[in-house]
């Protein structure tokens, strides 16, 4: 389903972990662009749909822990609205930070495995980044 397609990267899935685990770079997915144009957001504390009308007057970025150019400069109403009146920015705008959340989640991956912590990352991450964002 989209709303688990960020659980691979960090569950046992052979793809993603199996490369992250011999220290690949970035798999190939066009996971977190097809989400996005369809407005799921993966943010660090799960995965939001920008639909959703608890965004309709909310000014916070999408992820406030992420640095995205779209997290800082455009806030979940209007990401929302961009959606809801069918104009072609708000899925690009979500690209640009489901790519960017991805890379930052592959960063973080390595220096993990760098660390000789990438088990205790897995178990943290694996059920928060594949839950829905309750705010």
Known sequence: SKTTALAPIITRSPTVTGVALIGSMTPASTAPARNARHATIFTWNGIMHAT???Y?????PLDPECD???CRN???SYIRHLFKADEQLGGRLAVVHNLYFYNTLMEKIREAIDNDEFDSFREKYS?????KLMD
Request: aromatic share 6%; net charge positive; proline share 11%.
């Open 52 to 54: 959703n009308r608890c």
């Open 56 to 60: 309709e007057t909310d000014p916070r």
């Open 68 to 70: 995205c150019p779209t």
């Open 74 to 76: 455009y806030s979940r």
């Open 127 to 131: 059920v928060l980044l594949s839950s």
